[in-house]
């Protein structure tokens, strides 16, 4: 990659598929020449040479097709070629075809407004300068003379438009358009030296008789981009010849650029059994019920995280209008979820017009909105592109094609991320389809290994989704004590006591929230009650509220209160250093010496025979010639290949590399002659460099140690974070003492009267954990406990791409301890050992801060289940089952 394509790469902050087609355009346009006048079937061979996939531009000029999954960024992509042709060719007029009015829309937005977030030139400091033209099908002929000739034209045209101008032979209206220049708008485009079409959705652009236009354009080169790079006739599909670059949905998905999808069905269900009613019902019962579910799961994120709350929604695929019209009836009915849905369901499709239509459109682009109310749409046919929303969750297809159920083009339209990123929780990460009567087929389908439905992500309905639920927090006591003393001031007749106590509960709560600016001025939580200390806090009160009418009260407020709610905050703290235990980015790997094993090894040389067909009377004949470009050395063929991978380091490795390769030369040389020899691994050297490759990976051959971890720095304190717990709506609080059977069933019930415990509710997920807490409640060594929120530790594993989250953390007079409840056959795991380490990390840094800073050391225990019995002690288990960190 050149350094104007690693430029653009990053000021775009491009995904990796974004970032390799970048490379590939960037080294094609290198090759082709670029102009008006070319030999096509001379720069068709330039590019088959580098992708052998593309074996026919299927145009009248270079065109190349980039197929990336719905959901990895097309758009931004087109923005980087874009970039990169003006800054490093010189390019200054581009035409962009869309293939509907809503991708038309999209990209006049995203090519045009610097503020919006999906800009496609972020960063690109010349393009900030001189800002690109946006020429649109709607304001062309407005275009001013002097601007097309003197900036960077960006022209955007909706294909759909230019086909209905196209219908009973009329020609578009770019082509008939009256003089410009004393041409057509559209003659001079075609009489334009430099420009470059880009495709938009690129599989609407192959049958449609508008082609014929863009072809008489004569571009110097077509680039197109397109999650299906297919055509569809009658039941087949066609591949395109100009591929290439594929970055596939499955690989998508894998590499966690977008959600996983996912395909529910009842336990033991017959659907034979039912009527077509009958199994729209139950599909859209159990869909609805998945989509509760969904929507309790974002919203415990979002609280857990501190951020933007996501509205799902559901998407029902129906039949034709009149089912729709059904399945609108039957949701907004009482017998429906109690009526629940009667005005959040809303219904699109092609046969909608005037008002209605607008409305419904505007209430479908806008469905992100959290002030939009609608949770279910039902449209007849699959959404068009274009309709890029994040929070499409659950997919319910009734009375479809078995095919329609998997098809890209059905669940792409749920597969983008809300929060741009795989966030780790699998709910929120989840697109689910409801498929009860085609569940066999797809279970066949995910058996395949190219399918985008893995084995795992078939789900059974059962209770934890069927059960209606719903979000509640667990919070500290100092919390809880706040929440009764509001409810008290609300009930307060007397207006100026009433505002008294709110103005002195609301100052309570800001001296709470001052107490985790301060932990950089102290080194323990004793140290709030310091002079010094609280004269820092009551300043910064009064500087938050600088200006404010009633600063003064407010002050003087904190001076009157701070000693008490800074002795009840640390009675009630465990005190947890905030610390960030993150692996360095070290790591040492490499290759073991080894033996290529050849077996299996065994490729033919490829004809060099040439046809040639006359064209007068199609007659063939063919061409057997002689002599060759023979190479030097074919062991640096077959080298060459293998350092292209991300893990071979060429100066590391180099005696290995060659090793390998001429293993495989002595294996090809066992059975062909010299000539055969030279074609093999002319023609297949990246097979062979793949097969080295495989081996050379294997966990016997390859090794990668971990990475020591980074040293932190350690602050004295953090806040205890609120649990945001989901429950069935219709179950009760559980005493934690309480007998829960089955016990499969506790990790769905909620606890509470705790008398230790930092929070007054906790879920477990196990009967160990629940049995642990009740040994916590009860021994008298213990003088508080928590279960940590998801949030409360900073303590990153696998690289530093997975958190781990302790089962408790546990006060004594002493000691604080991390403590992790574990099946006893799990304890040796590699994942457990690895967990164990970075807490033991933890452990180590909190200790030598808070020893020296008259604190309790930390220590972490790792407890098997089996160990868990209601008459053990704190002190037993600790002791026996302490985790002894290995130095070496």
Same mark, same amino acid.
């Given at each position: 990659?050149?350094?104007?394509?690693?430029?653009?790469?990053?000021?775009?902050?491009?995904?990796?598929?974004?970032?390799?087609?970048?490379?590939?355009?960037?080294?094609?346009?290198?090759?082709?020449?670029?102009?008006?006048?070319?030999?096509?079937?001379?720069?068709?061979?330039?590019?088959?040479?580098?992708?052998?996939?593309?074996?026919?531009?299927?145009?009248?000029?270079?065109?190349?097709?980039?197929?990336?999954?719905?959901?990895?960024? #097309?758009?931004?992509?087109?923005?980087?070629?874009?970039?990169?042709?003006?800054?490093?060719?010189?390019?200054?007029?581009?035409?962009?075809?869309?293939?509907?009015?809503?991708?038309?829309?999209?990209?006049?937005?995203?090519?045009?407004?610097?503020?919006?977030? !999906?800009?496609?030139?972020?960063?690109?400091?010349?393009?900030?300068?001189?800002?690109?033209?946006?020429?649109?099908?709607?304001?062309?002929?407005?275009?001013?003379?002097?601007?097309?000739?003197?900036?960077?034209?960006?022209?955007?045209?909706?294909?759909?438009?230019?086909?209905?101008?196209?219908?009973?032979?009329?020609?578009?209206?770019?082509?008939?358009?009256?003089?410009?220049?004393?041409?057509?708008?559209?003659?001079?485009?075609?009489?334009?030296?430099?420009?470059?079409?880009?495709?938009?959705?690129?599989?609407?652009?192959?049958?449609?008789?508008?082609?014929?236009?863009?072809?008489?354009?004569?571009?110097?080169?077509?680039?197109?981009?397109?999650?299906?790079?297919?055509?569809?006739?009658?039941?087949?599909?066609?591949?395109?010849?100009?591929?290439?670059?594929?970055?596939?949905?499955?690989?998508?998905?894998?590499?966690?650029?977008?959600?996983?999808?996912?395909?529910?069905?009842?336990?033991?269900?017959?659907?034979?059994?039912?009527?077509?009613?009958?199994?729209?019902?139950?599909?859209?019962?159990?869909?609805?019920?998945?989509?509760?579910?969904?929507?309790?799961?974002?919203?415990?994120?979002?609280?857990?995280?501190?951020?933007?709350?996501?509205?799902?929604?559901?998407?029902?695929?129906?039949?034709?209008?009149?089912?729709?019209?059904?399945?609108?009836?039957?949701?907004?009915?009482?017998?429906?979820?109690?009526?629940?849905?009667?005005? !959040?369901?809303?219904?699109?499709?092609?046969?909608?017009?005037?008002?209605?239509?607008?409305?419904?459109?505007?209430?479908?682009?806008?469905?992100?909105?959290?002030?939009?109310?609608?949770?279910?749409?039902?449209?007849?046919?699959?959404?068009?592109?274009?309709?890029?929303?994040?929070?499409?969750?659950?997919?319910?297809?009734?009375?479809?094609?078995?095919?329609?159920?998997?098809?890209?083009?059905?669940?792409?339209?749920?597969?983008?991320?809300?929060?741009?990123?795989?966030?780790?929780?699998?709910?929120?990460?989840?697109?689910?389809?409801?498929?009860?009567?085609?569940?066999?087929?797809?279970?066949?389908?995910?058996?395949?290994?190219?399918?985008?439905?893995?084995?795992?992500?078939?789900?059974?309905?059962?209770?934890?989704?069927?059960?209606?639920?719903?979000?509640?927090?667990?919070?500290?006591?100092?919390?809880?004590?706040?929440?009764?003393?509001?409810?008290?001031?609300?009930?307060?007749?007397?207006?100026?006591?009433?505002?008294?106590?709110?103005?002195?509960?609301?100052?309570?709560?800001?001296?709470?929230?001052?107490?985790?600016?301060?932990?950089?001025?102290?080194?323990?939580?004793?140290?709030?009650?310091?002079?010094?200390?609280?004269?820092?806090?009551?300043?910064?009160?009064?500087?938050?509220?600088?200006?404010?009418?009633?600063?003064?009260?407010?002050?003087?407020?904190?001076?009157?209160?701070?000693?008490?709610?800074?002795?009840?905050?640390?009675?009630?703290?465990?005190?947890?250093?905030?610390?960030?235990?993150?692996?360095?980015?070290?790591?040492?790997?490499?290759?073991?010496?080894?033996?290529?094993?050849?077996?299996?090894?065994?490729? #033919?040389?490829?004809?060099?025979?040439?046809?040639?067909?006359?064209?007068?009377?199609?007659?063939?004949?063919?061409?057997?010639?002689?002599?060759?470009?023979?190479?030097?050395?074919?062991?640096?063929?077959?080298?060459?290949?293998?350092?292209?991978?991300?893990?071979?380091?060429?100066?590391?490795?180099?005696?290995?590399?060659?090793?390998?390769?001429?293993?495989?030369?002595?294996?090809?040389?066992?059975?062909?002659?010299?000539?055969?020899?030279?074609?093999?691994?002319?023609?297949?050297?990246?097979?062979?460099?793949?097969?080295?490759?495989?081996?050379?990976?294997?966990?016997?051959?390859?090794?990668?140690?971990?990475?020591?971890?980074?040293?932190?720095?350690?602050?004295?304190?953090?806040?205890?974070?609120?649990?945001?717990?989901?429950?069935?709506?219709?179950?009760?609080?559980?005493?934690?003492?309480?007998?829960?059977?089955?016990?499969?069933?506790?990790?769905?019930?909620?606890?509470?009267?705790?008398?230790?415990?930092?929070?007054?509710?906790?879920?477990?997920?196990?009967?160990?954990?629940?049995?642990?807490?009740?040994?916590?409640?009860?021994?008298?060594?213990?003088?508080?406990?928590?279960?940590?929120?998801?949030?409360?530790?900073?303590?990153?594993?696998?690289?530093?791409?997975?958190?781990?989250?302790?089962?408790?953390?546990?006060?004594?007079?002493?000691?604080?301890?991390?403590?992790?409840?574990?099946?006893?056959?799990?304890?040796?795991?590699?994942?457990?050992?690895?967990?164990?380490?970075?807490?033991?990390?933890?452990?180590?840094?909190?200790?030598?801060?808070?020893?020296?800073?008259?604190?309790?050391?930390?220590?972490?225990?790792?407890?098997?289940?089996?160990?868990?019995?209601?008459?053990?002690?704190?002190?037993?288990?600790?002791? !026996?089952?302490?985790?002894?960190?290995?130095?070496?």
């Amino acid at each position: 990659m050149n350094h104007t394509a690693n430029y653009v790469r990053n000021r775009l902050s491009l995904r990796a598929p974004q970032e390799r087609s970048l490379e590939i355009m960037s080294e094609l346009a290198e090759k082709l020449a670029l102009s008006k006048t070319v030999d096509l079937p001379a720069e068709l061979k330039k590019v088959e040479e580098l992708y052998p996939t593309c074996t026919d531009f299927e145009r009248e000029f270079p065109s190349m097709c980039f197929a990336l999954a719905t959901g990895v960024g #097309k758009t931004r992509l087109m923005g980087a070629f874009v970039a990169y042709l003006y800054l490093e060719k010189g390019i200054r007029n581009f035409f962009v075809l869309a293939p509907n009015l809503t991708v038309y829309n999209k990209l006049i937005e995203d090519f045009s407004n610097p503020s919006s977030p !999906k800009y496609v030139f972020p960063g690109i400091g010349d393009l900030a300068q001189n800002p690109p033209r946006i020429i649109t099908g709607d304001n062309y002929e407005y275009a001013q003379h002097g601007d097309l000739l003197t900036d960077i034209n960006i022209n955007l045209f909706n294909i759909s438009k230019i086909n209905a101008e196209t219908r009973g032979g009329n020609e578009p209206r770019i082509k008939r358009m009256a003089e410009y220049l004393g041409e057509s708008y559209f003659n001079y485009l075609s009489n334009l030296d430099d420009l470059v079409v880009l495709m938009d959705e690129s599989h609407h652009y192959r049958a449609d008789r508008g082609m014929a236009v863009i072809n008489e354009l004569k571009p110097i080169l077509g680039l197109e981009l397109t999650a299906t790079p297919q055509v569809e006739r009658g039941n087949n599909s066609i591949k395109f010849k100009n591929v290439v670059y594929e970055y596939a949905l499955g690989k998508a998905i894998k590499d966690g650029f977008v959600k996983t999808p996912a395909v529910a069905t009842r336990k033991d269900f017959d659907p034979a059994q039912h009527s077509d009613e009958e199994l729209d019902r139950i599909k859209l019962e159990d869909g609805i019920r998945i989509h509760e579910d969904t929507r309790v799961a974002l919203d415990i994120f979002a609280r857990d995280n501190k951020t933007v709350a996501v509205k799902p929604f559901v998407l029902v695929v129906a039949k034709d209008t009149q089912h729709a019209g059904l399945l609108k009836e039957l949701i907004g009915s009482k017998g429906f979820f109690e009526g629940r849905y009667a005005s !959040k369901v809303m219904e699109i499709h092609s046969n909608q017009r005037g008002s209605e239509k607008d409305e419904n459109i505007e209430r479908l682009v806008s469905l992100e909105d959290p002030e939009n109310d609608i949770e279910i749409v039902i449209h007849v046919n699959m959404l068009k592109e274009g309709w890029d929303v994040t929070n499409l969750y659950t997919i319910i297809p009734l009375r479809t094609a078995a095919s329609m159920t998997l098809r890209e083009q059905t669940i792409g339209r749920g597969l983008r991320l809300p929060y741009g990123r795989i966030t780790g929780d699998s709910k929120v990460d989840k697109l689910t389809i409801v498929s009860h009567d085609r569940f066999q087929e797809i279970v066949d389908e995910a058996n395949k290994p190219d399918s985008i439905i893995r084995l795992e992500n078939i789900i059974e309905i059962d209770e934890e989704l069927t059960t209606p639920k719903e979000t509640v927090t667990a919070g500290s006591p100092m919390t809880q004590s706040f929440e009764q003393e509001q409810k008290r001031i609300e009930a307060i007749e007397d207006k100026t006591e009433k505002q008294q106590a709110q103005l002195t509960l609301d100052t309570k709560k800001d001296i709470v929230s001052t107490f985790h600016t301060l932990n950089t001025e102290v080194k323990s939580v004793q140290d709030l009650t310091r002079p010094e200390i609280k004269q820092l806090a009551v300043q910064r009160i009064k500087d938050r509220f600088q200006g404010d009418l009633f600063v003064e009260d407010r002050v003087k407020e904190a001076e009157s209160h701070y000693e008490e709610v800074a002795k009840e905050f640390t009675k009630q703290i465990i005190e947890i250093p905030r610390i960030i235990i993150q692996q360095s980015d070290n790591v040492t790997s490499g290759f073991h010496d080894f033996t290529l094993d050849v077996m299996g090894l065994d490729p #033919k040389p490829v004809s060099e025979e040439i046809r040639r067909q006359t064209l007068t009377d199609n007659t063939i004949e063919s061409i057997h010639g002689q002599g060759r470009i023979v190479p030097e050395n074919l062991d640096n063929l077959i080298v060459n290949e293998l350092i292209n991978a991300p893990e071979v380091d060429y100066d590391e490795c180099t005696d290995l590399l060659f090793s390998l390769a001429n293993d495989a030369l002595t294996k090809l040389r066992s059975y062909l002659g010299e000539d055969d020899l030279i074609n093999v691994v002319q023609y297949h050297r990246r097979d062979i460099a793949s097969f080295i490759y495989k081996q050379m990976v294997a966990p016997e051959h390859f090794y990668c140690d971990a990475p020591e971890y980074a040293e932190p720095i350690v602050r004295p304190f953090t806040q205890i974070e609120d649990h945001n717990l989901s429950k069935f709506s219709s179950d009760t609080l559980h005493d934690y003492t309480e007998t829960i059977t089955p016990t499969r069933a506790i990790p769905t019930k909620v606890f509470t009267g705790f008398k230790k415990a930092c929070h007054d509710k906790y879920k477990f997920d196990s009967k160990t954990e629940k049995d642990f807490s009740c040994i916590l409640e009860n021994d008298d060594d213990v003088l508080k406990w928590l279960r940590p929120a998801k949030k409360q530790f900073q303590i990153w594993w696998q690289n530093n791409s997975r958190q781990y989250v302790p089962d408790f953390v546990v006060e004594t007079e002493e000691v604080i301890y991390m403590v992790e409840t574990k099946k006893e056959g799990d304890i040796e795991t590699g994942e457990v050992q690895e967990k164990a380490t970075a807490a033991a990390e933890y452990c180590k840094h909190a200790s030598d801060f808070t020893t020296k800073n008259n604190g309790k050391p930390w220590t972490y225990v790792i407890i098997p289940h089996n160990a868990v019995l209601a008459n053990m002690s704190l002190e037993n288990l600790v002791t !026996k089952y302490e985790y002894i960190r290995d130095e070496k």
